[in-house]
């Protein structure tokens, strides 16, 4: 997800003049549809859409899309198709057990409007033929790659959840490390997903993340974990923790929806993660926390990884290297839920 984003910020930092990003402040509520669109001000931004979706053979599979908005810090003075000014990156992945690791696929470019760019009216973030679009109350999510190609369309069938404090997400004991956060869960998604050659009509449930921020890691961290689950009951949970060099926690929240749709913000004290098992990756020889028992307020979840190999490595390109991936969820031994963890700043700390 954010990944992509950091080490790109990392590349370009020695050619950023100084840019006033606005900061992100407390007090401020979110407002949809009108917040929907991108915020090209602020330093960083993106729309990440992660799910669950079983084919007409009964197969399932996980899918992920992202868009990345970045406001680079150079070109500014000269505006046009070719400045370097605002940069769109997206990143597009199918979790196949069959395959045993992750597919995936990711491209970047200029906001020059034709090929790349975000718009401000609403959801509508393209590279190339990628996109991620809402239009009549739904969203499209259309990416390809070598190995994989889908068309999704993602309903909503719940109100947005607001994260944080209306929307204001803190990420550190300093306010000044903090985003403006939505989610939408619960989207109900039926599409088409090319794979291995055939094309299979597919269905299942979708989670989708919006958040901007000028100011986004603490100093000390090295990344986070994040989970989006969406609950066989109807709820939700948000949750992250931010995370230093050995994997101790330095911050974390969440947001719990519970089956009558009631949201309830969840601070540092009523989050943890505590690890259950490691896997290391024989590629980048990385490890991983792959199962983990989350503490969200009064539930105790236990995560379990659709396979063990999700990790993303994209250093012919950005160089990032993360894992983002499908996992079930128990309680009490049952499973209560399906959704995506992310796990960042294990190979190197992400600069943004």
């Not at 053979?57 to 680079?72: D, K, L, N, P, W």
């Not at 990790?311 to 209560?336: M, Q």
Request: overall charge negative.
């Amino acid at each position: 997800m954010r990944a992509l984003l950091c080490v790109l910020l990392l590349l370009v930092a020695p050619l950023v003049r100084a840019v006033d990003y606005p900061p992100v402040l407390p007090g401020r509520t979110i407002e949809l549809p009108a917040d929907s669109g991108a915020h090209p001000d602020f330093r960083t931004e993106w729309w990440y859409v992660t799910g669950w979706i079983k084919d007409e053979t009964g197969a399932e599979r996980g899918f992920q899309i992202t868009f990345f908005r970045v406001r680079s810090g150079i070109g500014e003075d000269a505006p046009g198709r070719f400045s370097p000014a605002q940069l769109i990156l997206a990143h597009a992945a199918v979790a196949d057990a069959k395959h045993g690791r992750l597919l995936h696929a990711q491209r970047s470019a200029r906001a020059s409007g034709a090929l790349a760019g975000a718009a401000r009216d609403r959801t509508h973030a393209w590279v190339g033929n990628w996109r991620l679009e809402e239009a009549d109350g739904s969203y499209v999510a259309e990416a390809n790659g070598q190995d994989f190609a889908y068309r999704l369309e993602l309903t909503p069938t719940q109100p947005a959840m607001l994260n944080g404090d209306k929307g204001f997400s803190q990420k550190a004991p300093d306010p000044a490390n903090a985003s403006y956060y939505y989610s939408r869960p619960q989207l109900a998604v039926r599409g088409t997903l090319s794979i291995d050659g055939r094309e299979h009509a597919v269905s299942g449930k979708a989670w989708l993340d919006q958040e901007w921020s000028s100011e986004y890691m603490p100093a000390g961290a090295s990344g986070w974990d994040w989970i989006g689950v969406n609950l066989d009951d109807g709820g939700a949970l948000m949750a992250f923790r931010m995370h230093d060099r050995t994997g101790d926690a330095l911050w974390s929240a969440g947001t719990l929806r519970d089956a009558m749709g009631r949201d309830r913000a969840l601070d540092r004290e009523a989050v943890s993660f505590t690890p259950l098992r490691r896997w290391r990756s024989p590629r980048t020889n990385v490890e991983y926390v792959v199962a983990w028992r989350v503490r969200a307020g009064d539930r105790e979840l236990e995560l379990r990884p659709l396979m063990d190999d999700q990790e993303l490595d994209s250093r012919r390109s950005t160089g990032a290297i993360y894992w983002e991936g499908a996992v079930r969820v128990f309680e009490g031994g049952r499973e209560v839920g399906r959704g995506y963890l992310e796990m960042t700043g294990y190979a190197q700390r992400l600069e943004m």
